[in-house]
């Protein structure tokens, strides 16, 4: 709901009809400046206070081979899944509540196309990811190739002052033009919505530096 929110409904109307517009004719859509500065300094913090709190864990293993795990090498993005409701984590659970009212109401507005087909009932956690720098990266992937339910990949990012020589660009290869690559720098405040399925194959960049993004899964 509106209230609490601080965001007003003509704030809210015109995010929708950019994201319903452009889901529907790119399949991606980026909203910059999403919450603000003064939020998303908050967002920052709660982020640094966890990944300070060691409760990232290692997503995936950068490299296959054993004696590299053995000698503890570059592991690759660390994350930790969140509601909101836990300690340090209630501009987080803000965020969320924000990106719930956006998702579904873009559901079923009235020029919702393709967004229409779906009947959006539910998400994951909030899944908050870091990526330590060092060229981690994270390969070539679809995040649902196989419909496990995710519809919609809902990331927004929090890097302060992203230059291009920090790296970890998204890069996505929507597959119905295959000359074009998007590639969306992960800047601070930004929101990033694109379909799940095999329409976006994408990847991470290696990145130079710390790297941070909160991405929610909305499941149809
Ligand atoms: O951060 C980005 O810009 C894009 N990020 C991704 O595509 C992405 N996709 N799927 C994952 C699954 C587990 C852990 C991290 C990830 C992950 O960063
Ligand atoms: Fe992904």
């Not at 709190?53 to 004696?67: C, D, F, I, K, R």
């Not at 990106?99 to 873009?106: Q, S």
């Not at 990331?155 to 000359?179: A, F, H, Q």
């Amino acid at each position: 709901s509106l209230e609490g929110s601080g965001f007003s409904e003509e704030w809210f109307t015109n995010i929708l009809q950019d994201v319903t517009k452009d889901l529907n004719k790119y399949g991606v859509c980026v909203v910059d400046d999403f919450l603000g500065e003064e939020r998303a300094d908050r967002i920052l913090e709660e982020v640094r206070t966890l990944h300070s709190l060691g409760v990232m864990q290692a997503g995936q293993v950068v490299s296959q081979h054993v004696q590299d795990q053995a000698r503890g090498k570059i592991r690759g993005d660390k994350i930790t899944w969140v509601t909101g409701d836990e300690p340090h984590c209630s501009s987080i659970g803000q965020l969320v509540n924000v990106v719930d009212y956006i998702v579904a109401k873009a559901n079923k507005h009235y020029d919702a196309g393709k967004l229409a087909q779906y009947n959006i009932t539910w998400r994951t956690r909030a899944m908050v990811a870091c990526y330590p720098g060092c060229d981690t990266h994270y390969v070539k992937h679809v995040d649902n190739p196989n419909g496990d339910g995710r519809c919609i990949t809902a990331i927004y990012y929090l890097n302060k002052n992203w230059t291009p020589n920090d790296g970890g660009v998204l890069r996505i290869y929507p597959e119905n033009c295959s000359d074009i690559i998007a590639s969306i720098n992960p800047c601070f405040d930004r929101m990033l919505f694109f379909w799940s399925d095999r329409r976006n194959p994408h990847e991470v960049m290696p990145a130079k530096i710390v790297r941070y993004a909160i991405t929610v899964w909305y499941l149809d």
